[in-house]
Structure formats: C-alpha cells, structure tokens
C-alpha cells in the first residue's frame, strides 16, 4: 500500500501494490530476512509475472542444524573479564601482521586438567573444540583463547610455528581466589616451522602468583651415521613420517632440509663405486633416556642401488627406535602379518642385476612374533632355508646365489598379527641376472 498526500489540492492518492513475500534465513546470531516484491499483474490475466516463481524456487530452508566451523571472535586481550583465563601467543619480528586467520605465523593446541582440547593438533592436524572457550585472532598475528570454565590444574600448551625461526611470547592471564589478576610470561622464545613446543601451565587459585609456565624440556632426537670405506656409500636421504626430508636425494642430487630441526653433513673422498657400509644410528626419547643404539656393520651396495630401512621412533617410549626393513615384499593390507618379514635391499619385488653378478644381498628383518620353525626359503624351486637364520627381531645379511636369466625367491614364515590370529607371510621376489 502506498499513499500520496497534495496540500493544495487535499488529494489523496491510494495504490495497492503487492504482496510481499518474506523468507525468514536467520540464525541464532543475526536476523536475516529475504522482502521479495512481485511485478504489477499482467494486464490480459491478472496473473503475477512468471518470473518470480523462478526465484523462490531457488531458496531452501533446512529443517536441521547444519554443522558450522569454529567461530573466531576478535576481542582486546588489554579489556579482560575478571573471571577470565586467556592465553595469548603473540609473534616478534617481521611476521607480526598476517593476511587472515589460517595463516598465522604462531599456532597453538591445548589439552586441559581434564583431557579436553583445543585448537588444531599439531602431531595429526585434526581440529578439537572440547574445551568451553573462546578463540581469537588480531591482524597483528596474535592469536589465543579465552576459557569460559576454566579448571585448576595442569594444562599442556603445544606451540608451533609456520616460518623458520619465529621468535614468539607467550602470556597467561588467570585470576587468584580474590578475583585479583596476574600475568605469566614467557618470553624470548623461538618456534621452527613444523616443530613442536611444549609448555606446563599450572593454574591454582590458592597458590601466588595463581598461574605458572614453564617450558617442558624436550631431549628426544636421534642421529644417522653412514661410514663407508675408500669408496664411500654416498647419499644419505631421511623422509619423515609427514613427507617432508632431509639429506641428498640420490636421483636428482638435490639437498634437501625440510625436516624440523635437522641438518645434513657429508663428508669424504672418492666416487660412488661398489663398496660396503656401516649405519650406525643413535636415539633418545624426550626424557633423554631410553637410548637405542641399532647398527648395521659392513652391508654390501653397489653403485646405483637403494637400501631402505624403516624408522619406527616413539620419543615416549622407553626403547624410542626400533629398525626394520622399508620394502614389505609385497602390498600392505592392514593386520595381515605382512610386516614379519621386511627388506632393505631388494627395495622392489623385481631387480635387474648389472652384468657380472653371480649373487646378490638380501638384507633382510624378522618380525618380533614370528615362529622362527615355520621359516622357509625357495629358490627356483630349491630349498636353501639353511643360508638364513630366523631370529625374532633381528636381521642379517644373506648371499642369495644366481643363475643366468630369471631368478624367484619364495620366502614364507608364520607370526602372530597385532590382532592376536596366526598369519602366514608369503614374499616373492624376481632377480634377473645377465
């Protein structure tokens, strides 16, 4: 309805234009309505346009909640609640302002007295909103959370960077059983990118200052050492659990040093040439103790060839390496006992032997729950089970003698999966020798 008024004239003008259409799109933040006035009716039929049913057709409505992501709330860390428990992480340096959040240069993840979590797990990089809280973002980098129902006790702060050698602090703001606030600091500190650090924060009401931060120390690493003879064993190239490496990849000698907090030293004289190796590898677990100590001593390579081991390292373990070979003999499937027999070299279930070979290594690891007396070793229909030693948990290097032309090695043994069921490994490896 729409009304006109003419003083002069004390005319009034009435029209009637209409209905409007009202789609109700709010949620339990903001009121959101969608007016949709229709065209005059068509002068023959009466009939509103036909243009318009097009366009309601396109809304929907659901009638169940639709999941949505975390809220990021931008609030002053200066103007605090009281009540409030907040943890800042805020960036020194260049890297202060970021284009958005996602991209900030310092992120953290925090389990409470409880169990609960917050944040984007840095070891699985899965996201956790257990925990009551606010989070928040500035566009100078900062970042952090605010606790609704804080608990006393205990909270593990992890903290991780997103650029080499960012300088960071972090601040914690509780209150005493007063309702009087205090301030922890820790400052001076330095994230690497892909690195994870940890820090206690104790919180009780009762105690002065309430709330404490303290680095926990973190001793866990481990050390390669690859030693050759006059002819050195050349490269050495470590991949991590999450792809990234360091070291010299061996195909298209590119140096590489992505792994966090590692580095790479060769040295030595003389070319790449058949020759023999020694790997001796060294392990701590965050406490610093639990050393492992495996080595492997004078293992034959010729030029050309990969030896792969796997690396299997807890730093909460108490024995924090275990070693075994990096080719399983065959595809993996899940709890099938596929692992009790593993290999360093062959790396591949076929291998083209250079001119000359009458024999080639195979460097092979036994399983921990395999039954050594169910071992057997078929070569071109031969059996020669007696050139190897079965033994749970070791590993041993052995001569495998050729034929010109095609050469099949059946290797079989029985374990107990981690699933507790007897499982029987079947590899199958192809040699072709000149």
Not at 142 to 154: M, S, Y
Not at 287 to 307: A, E, L, N, Q, Y
């Amino acid at each position: 309805m729409s009304e006109s008024y003419h003083k002069k004239g004390k005319s009034i003008e009435t029209r009637t234009k209409g209905p409007i259409f009202a789609l109700d799109i709010s949620d339990d933040e903001v009121i959101r309505v969608v007016l949709i006035t229709p065209p005059d009716r068509l002068p023959k039929t009466g009939e509103y346009s036909a243009t318009l049913k097009p366009i309601l057709d396109t809304f929907r409505v659901w009638s169940k909640p639709r999941s949505q992501a975390p809220r990021v709330v931008e609030l002053n860390p200066i103007t605090r609640d009281r009540n409030a428990f907040t943890i800042r992480v805020v960036p020194d340096g260049p890297y202060r302002s970021v284009p958005r959040p996602g991209n900030e240069p310092v992120r953290w993840f925090l389990i409470d007295p409880l169990g609960r979590r917050r944040g984007v797990d840095p070891m699985t990089s899965a996201p956790h909103a257990d925990i009551p809280a606010i989070t928040y973002y500035f566009a100078t980098g900062e970042n952090g959370i605010v606790l609704k129902e804080p608990v006393e006790g205990r909270y593990e702060l992890h903290i991780t960077g997103t650029f080499p050698s960012m300088p960071y602090k972090v601040f914690v703001y509780a209150p005493d059983r007063t309702g009087k606030g205090w301030t922890a600091e820790y400052a001076n500190r330095t994230a690497e990118a892909g690195a994870v650090d940890r820090y206690d924060v104790v919180y009780s009401k009762a105690s002065g200052p309430p709330v404490k931060v303290s680095e926990v120390k973190d001793f866990s690493r481990f050390t390669l050492l690859l030693a050759g003879g006059e002819n050195p064993a050349t490269e050495l190239l470590l991949t991590d659990p999450r792809g990234r490496r360091t070291g010299l990849a061996p195909a298209m000698k590119e140096l590489h040093r992505e792994v966090p907090r590692s580095s790479y030293l060769s040295a030595g004289i003389g070319r790449p040439a058949t020759s023999r190796y020694t790997l001796d590898l060294r392990a701590w677990n965050r406490s610093g103790g639990g050393t492992s100590k495996p080595d492997f001593r004078d293992i034959p390579i010729d030029r050309g060839v990969v030896h792969l081991y796997a690396l299997n390292y807890s730093g909460v373990a108490g024995v924090p390496l275990n070693v075994a070979g990096g080719f399983g003999g065959k595809e993996q499937t899940p709890d099938d006992g596929d692992k009790f027999l593993t290999y360093a070299t062959p790396a591949s279930p076929e291998t083209r032997l250079p001119p000359g070979a009458t024999s080639v290594p195979v460097l092979i690891f036994y399983g921990r729950s395999i039954k050594p007396v169910t071992f057997a070793a078929m070569l071109n229909d031969t059996n020669i089970s007696s050139r190897f030693t079965p033994a749970p948990g070791t590993a041993q290097t052995v001569f495998v003698p050729l034929r010109p032309g095609p050469n099949t090695l059946v290797l079989s043994v029985d374990g107990t999966t981690a699933g507790g069921r007897v499982a029987t490994d079947v590899d199958r490896l192809v040699f072709l020798a000149p």
